[in-house]
């Protein structure tokens, strides 16, 4: 199983959840930002994304409600 990401507890808008490709080995967290993974420094870091990111495609953390 994999570490909660902070982005989740964080309640971001733009957080999807879990992907896996075939077994637990390829899961990986995604968001609207991150389609292929959000980066480690983002996920688990210190990182709150609220500045732009390289490959965020200009997404960043937006408070959610609904998480």
Known sequence: MMQEPKCWT????????AKNDGDETTERWI???FLDGIPAKIAYGENMHD???????GIQFERGGSL
């Open 31 to 33: 968001c609207k930002a």
């Open 10 to 17: 964080r309640k971001c808008k733009h957080f999807v959840g």
């Open 51 to 57: 500045k732009p990111f390289p490959g965020d495609h």
